[in-house]
């Protein structure tokens, strides 16, 4: 008894479990017929319908009954089933029942029709069907067809001109015209200009080439006229033109004139849209094209198909049988669909007599199919009703009910195998339904009642209705909406299961990890912390589909589920709260050592479920899951959560930091999150995480219960406010931000701290700029002094200056002063984590890189402001251009003071009444308070500043006059020079008057003096360089 048994083998699953219905046999359909869903459109009205109502109309109607429906939804199958049903009835013995497989060749569809026919006409028409069938080759065939689609381009012009032409003489009629027919007119009369258009273009032989390589849709319907289709290219192809089939990526010059004159007009070679209706164009006359060729290929001792039609059906009239036509797909037979039609059509009695045998036929149509849509009012209004195969338009719950079944049927077919089948039907009795459940010889394990039944009681191993309902939801939906489709129910749903995957289930290595690419919500991340993490989430995540938390799948998914698959820890896990219904068994058969796990949280079990975070929840794991982005909202919060978390622990000391670099930009976190659908920023440095972790496993899952613990939090605090990590699930949440905080808040101070030092010449620099306004490394002979200096205290550096020379000065200063210790600090918390020390080397080569840059733009506007001030002051101090020493300056002083005691005691010509000449006496005074060492110094760096070039060094040298000093030097001097002038015309006059030349001797004593210093003035000015 062991439950590897109901797993179908892989022989029985080649024969059992096939997606194209003609590939299975007839006694396998049966027994995997799902009962379709139909609906019955005609006479205005629609009706759902079973398959009893369609076979009921079938056996009374002789005309062609349409079956409509979508690729995949069970077309074929509906026809093998309605085969086999007729060939049930107790008149089938007398039918002629013909069915026309989708992937039938030309030849082949003639041959099946003709088979089985006796009378020289037929076998002389299966000859000619050979001959000729023998002689086609793909290739020439496709040319063939190109050469008639040329033809029927030059008609379709020849039609549209002449209905333009009808209408523009009936404009009332044109008014009923739809907006497409009249596009459609415009893209016929772009692409057919006769001499210039598709018709040239298709028959160039540079451009034909593209057309007839095998890859294009032209050679591959010549290939499906000529060798059939198969199953996998009907899928892959639809057989029509399209955009990307017109190629123009070879030389345009190759063309002939007229084809490139066409490709130049209609812009075929760059616009697409001109392509798209050129291509439209192609299809229209494709299928017409298809039907020259046929017409031209065969034809029947001399007559139509038409006519083999008739002949076909009075031969079966005169054995008094009925012609069945079954066609499994209406494109197969596009040859030769118009005059198959007309012969569906065709009546059996003529004036009252029937001249033809019984006909009843079926035509399955996929939907939307061209020459079906040409055909569709004639042959509805003949049929009376159209039928179509609903894949939608039920509930959710009754879709999935079908699915499941369907499933369901499929698993016990394959179960029982194809022999067997066969065995069974033959052998059925009408009293029991068949086929029988299929049961191991040895009875069900116990196990097998975990994994649940389908509605028809088939055991459902190794699915359960929730893997069915996660696969089915994953690929047979559509806009959100669940189809029943049965092709891509057994290639994605059955065979990705069955197929390849019975040895790993023996191995209890199935599911593997990340099983048909389903990802766990965001709700089961401590699944994480079991053992085989990878295989733990894919088991919850289709096995316990719709699952949001830990508590839920212990609700909903059975702990013996995961024992047959070998999860003995997640088993432990689910075994602590069963499943709603369930019934512990007296004994418990386990594939391992059961393991203890921690018991979920009891509060969760009992809390009301949270809308909210079950959005959040969704929301977490389709962003993780690639299929939506995450929105605005969400990305803002984890933001937020982020930036918190960031203010929170970064400590910038570790990084030797003075100060938090800082995430906010405004009220704006710059943070990146992958695949968010606002907020990312290309200058941005910090991410949440890496778009490729979501791509391993163990990091996604880490991330997203991060993403979902900060969005929680985030969310409930919103909404009650101080109730912090207090909720539900909150502790867990807890542990997951501690832990990611202290890994990811380092990395992201380490990257803004490399940031912000990227910058700290810059920062630097600000500082620099203010070196120059005050004066400083006056005694600095290197970079690393030069350094140290900008570390002084604003206070001490004042404390060093003298008065300024100037109110300009002063205000340069104050303004330096005040900046001083902002921009010292702004690049000092890069390097200095406290008062103590700092990061010298880092500071020292930041240093020579700020000082590289331009950081004295300022200077010439300070130089000018300050030349102006000062302009007066040099003025009355240049009459000391030229003295070197203070020995010198001294004794000026006292020729000065001589002359102003000389002038004063002649009391003529003393300029008393000037009030800033102070009398005689204070003068003298004041002239000899000059004479002091500290004035002198004063005034010669004052006057050496005003030749230097330099203009850092200018102002270091102006920062070092004392500007009490100046002032007084300038004051006295000043005065001297108005006393000066004052006196000096006076005596002048005086000595022409009485020719004395008393002040003339006293000047001439005082320039020869100055002309005497004149020498020394180098030497003074030397002096003070060095």
């Known amino acids: 008894m062991s439950l590897i048994n ?36 005609g006479n205005g009205a629609e009706q759902q319908c079973t398959e009893a109502d369609l076979l009921t109309h079938f056996l009374e109607v002789e005309r062609p009954i349409p079956l409509v429906g979508r690729s995949g939804v069970g077309k074929s199958h509906l026809i093998r089933w ?15 029942i013909v069915r026309i497989p989708k992937n039938a060749s030309l030849r082949q569809v003639l041959e099946i029709l003709l088979d089985g026919l006796e009378g020289d006409e037929f076998e002389s028409a299966r000859l000619r069907i050979r001959s000729v069938g023998e002689m086609l080759r793909t290739g020439e065939v496709a040319d063939l067809l190109l050469t008639f689609m040329s033809q029927q381009l030059q008609r379709l012009n020849t039609r549209i001109a002449e209905q333009i032409s009808y209408y523009r003489e009936n404009p009332q009629a044109s008014q009923k015209l739809s907006v497409e027919e009249k596009q459609r ?19 160039d032989p540079n451009f034909k080439r593209s057309l ?70 192609l299809n229209e006359v494709l299928g017409e094209s298809t039907r020259t060729a046929f017409r031209h290929l065969f034809s029947f001792n001399g007559g139509s198909f038409l006519d083999l039609f008739k002949d076909i059906r009075r031969t079966l009239k005169h054995q008094d049988r009925t012609l069945v036509v079954l066609v499994e797909d209406m494109a197969a037979i596009s040859a030769i669909e118009d005059v198959l039609i007309d012969s569906l059509l065709e009546e059996a009695v003529r004036d009252e007599k029937q001249e033809l045998c019984t006909l009843r036929s079926a035509i399955a149509v996929t939907d939307g199919y061209q020459g079906y849509l040409r055909r569709q009012d004639t042959i509805k209004t003949r049929a009376q009703y159209e039928w179509l195969i609903r894949d939608h338009g039920q509930s959710r719950e009754q879709t999935l009910e079908r699915i499941v079944d369907f499933c369901g049927r499929y698993l016990n ?34 196990e097998l009642q975990a994994f649940g039944h389908s509605p028809s009681g088939v055991p459902l191993f190794p699915f359960n209705r929730n893997a069915i309902n996660a696969l089915a939801d994953h690929y047979c939906s559509n806009d959100e909406e669940l189809n029943f489709n049965p092709r891509q129910v057994l290639n994605q749903v059955v065979l990705r299961v069955l197929r390849d995957h019975r040895q790993a289930c023996q191995e209890q290595r199935f599911p593997p990890a990340d099983f048909a690419n389903i990802k766990a919500g965001a709700g089961l991340i401590d699944l994480y912390r079991l053992d085989e993490p990878a295989r733990c989430e894919s088991l919850a995540a289709i096995w316990g589909y719709g699952c949001r938390s830990i508590a839920e799948l212990q609700q909903n998914l059975d702990w013996r589920v995961a024992n047959v698959f070998g999860l003995n820890a997640l088993a432990s896990l689910l075994e602590e709260v069963q499943p709603v219904g369930f019934v512990r068994p007296p004994t418990r058969t386990g594939t391992g050592p059961k393991k203890t796990k921690p018991a979920v949280e009891p509060g969760v079990l009992k809390s009301e479920p949270d809308p909210d975070q079950h959005r959040l929840e969704e929301i977490v794991s389709e962003w993780f899951q690639r299929t939506k982005k995450l929105e605005q909202d969400e990305s803002r919060d984890l933001r937020n959560a982020l930036n918190k978390m960031y203010q929170q622990y970064a400590h910038p000391d570790w990084f030797g930091l003075g100060a938090r670099p800082e995430l906010l930009r405004g009220t704006i976190a710059n943070i990146n999150i992958p695949f968010s659908l606002t907020g990312n920023k290309a200058t941005n440095l910090v991410w949440f995480c890496q778009e490729a972790d979501f791509e391993a496993p163990q990091k996604a899952v880490a991330l997203k219960g991060v993403a979902l613990a900060l969005l929680r939090y985030e969310s409930v605090n919103r909404r009650s406010a101080g109730i912090g990590w207090q909720y539900p699930g909150g502790f867990d949440d807890y542990l997951r931000y501690q832990n990611f905080a202290a890994r990811w808040v380092p990395q992201v101070l380490q990257t803004l701290s490399l940031m912000e030092r990227s910058k700290l010449h810059e920062v630097m620099k600000e500082q620099l700029s203010l070196v120059p306004i005050l004066g400083l490394w006056r005694t600095a002979s290197n970079d690393r002094q030069r350094l140290n200096e900008l570390l002084t205290p604003a206070q001490k550096i004042l404390e060093s200056l003298p008065k300024p020379a100037s109110p300009i000065l002063l205000e340069l200063r104050k303004s330096a002063l005040d900046e001083w210790e902002g921009k ?17 080397e880092l500071a020292l080569r930041s240093f020579k890189e700020a000082s590289k840059t331009d950081f004295k733009q300022k200077l010439p506007r300070y130089d000018k402001e300050i030349t102006q001030a000062l302009q007066s002051s040099f003025d009355v101090l240049s009459v000391l251009d030229g003295y070197s020493r203070h020995e010198q300056f001294c004794l000026l002083l006292d020729e000065m003071s001589e002359i102003v005691r000389g002038v004063s005691e002649g009391g003529l010509h003393y300029p008393a009444q000037f009030s800033d000449v102070p009398n005689a006496k204070r003068m003298r005074e004041a002239l000899n308070s000059l004479k002091a060492s500290e004035v002198w110094a004063a005034v010669k760096v004052f006057l050496s500043s005003w030749n230097e070039s330099d203009l850092p060094k200018k102002l270091q040298l102006i920062n070092q006059v004392d500007g009490q000093k100046l002032e007084e030097a300038v004051q006295t001097l000043g005065a001297w020079d108005k006393f000066y002038s004052y006196v000096l015309p006076r005596l002048e006059n005086e000595n022409r008057q009485s020719g004395l030349d008393v002040l003339g001797q006293s000047q001439e004593r005082v320039t020869g003096l100055l ?14 360089s060095e």
């Open 1011 to 1024: 002309k005497g210093l004149t020498g020394t003035l180098k030497d003074l000015l030397e002096a003070c």
């Open 413 to 446: 077919a394959a179960r029982h195998g194809s022999a067997k089948l066969k065995a069974s039907w033959l052998e059925r009795s009408t009293d029991v339904s068949w086929p029988l459940i299929w049961e191991d010889s040895e009875g069900p394990p116990e």
């Open 185 to 203: 007119w415009r893209d016929v009369n772009a692409h057919t200009t006769p001499g210039c258009g598709l018709s040239e273009l298709i028959t």
């Open 212 to 281: 007839l390589d095998p890859k294009h849709c032209i050679y591959q319907f010549a290939s499906r006229l000529t060798q059939g289709a198969t199953d996998q290219e009907l899928s892959r192809n639809d057989y029509q033109i399209r955009a990307e089939d017109l190629d123009f990526s070879f030389n345009l010059d190759d063309l002939s004139q007229s084809a490139r004159q066409y490709v130049s007009r209609a812009q075929l070679n760059t616009n697409r849209q001109a392509q798209e209706s050129a291509a439209g164009v």
């Open 82 to 96: 309605l085969e086999a049903q007729l060939k049930l009835q107790s008149l089938s013995a007398n039918w002629h």
């Open 6 to 41: 109901y797993w179908p083998s892989s022989e029985h699953i080649s024969q059992c479990i096939r997606t194209e219905a003609e590939e299975l046999a007839e006694h396998v359909l049966l027994a995997v017929h799902e009962p379709m869903q139909l609906l019955r459109v």
């Open 824 to 840: 010292r600090d702004a690049w000092l918390k890069l390097v200095a984590a406290n008062d103590h020390g700092m990061d010298g």
